[in-house]
């Protein structure tokens, strides 16, 4: 999170990619090729403001790293921080790094994260098609749709209790699909003290992924 860590990531991403390109291409090592993509995960980097996003952003693209991927909750958990000076940031990074691609790794677990409900606590149908959004996390996924050189792809956790429901999943994957948010994986949970009430099995994951 520290700017502090820019210099030290940056010197190891030179120094892998250096011994890469002398040896033919290949890490002598590792049999790994350069580097090229970037992983900014947790905690959640959008809690950082705009100013340090873009020197983590503007750091990497100097040392060659040809894709970013962020992990964020923040779709989800606080919307409006996509806001226009988020975009307006954005821009400026892509006038100036223009080959290097930002994948917006998201994390929705359930439709009640980012679709309206009725009164009788029902998803409300969009006249145009599909189901009514959360007006700003709507507003959100269509700004970032606009930029083609942003993939938005949504990430998570199957999780017993609030999302091991076939029909919540279907509806989902529809409505983020319909919106350019393709999904990248689910997850199922790590066999530890904190999260084992909510796993579901391997099978049952399987089973509901069928479903």
């Known amino acids: 999170k520290g700017m502090v860590q820019i210099p030290a990531l940056v010197d190891y991403i030179e120094e892998h990619n250096k011994v890469v390109a002398q040896n033919g291409g290949r890490h002598p090592d590792t049999g790994r090729e350069k580097l090229r993509e970037i992983l900014m995960s947790g905690g959640d980097p959008m809690v950082l403001n705009n100013k340090k996003l873009a020197e983590w952003f503007s750091a990497l693209a100097d040392v060659g ?3 970013i991927r962020l992990g964020t909750k923040e779709l989800a958990f606080y919307p ?44 409300i149908d969009d006249p145009n098609g599909g189901l009514v959004w959360v007006e700003s996390t709507r507003r959100a996924v269509k700004e970032l749709g606009k930029r083609n050189w942003i993939a938005i792809e949504n990430q998570a956790p199957f999780i017993k209790g609030i999302n091991n429901d076939p029909d919540a ?11 350019r948010v393709e999904n990248h994986y689910f997850f199922c949970g790590r066999d530890i003290i904190g999260h084992k009430a909510f796993n579901l ?6 089973n509901l992924l069928n479903e």
């Open 169 to 179: 999943i279907r509806i989902m994957q529809r409505e983020l699909k319909r919106n």
């Open 201 to 206: 099995s391997i099978e049952e994951s399987w």
């Open 65 to 67: 790293i040809e894709s």
């Open 80 to 123: 409006d921080r996509f806001d226009d000076t988020f975009f307006a940031m954005l821009d400026n990074f892509h006038e100036a790094y223009s080959g290097v691609n930002l994948r917006m790794m998201v994390h929705f677990n359930h439709p009640d994260e980012f679709l309206q409900k009725d009164a009788e606590g029902k998803y």
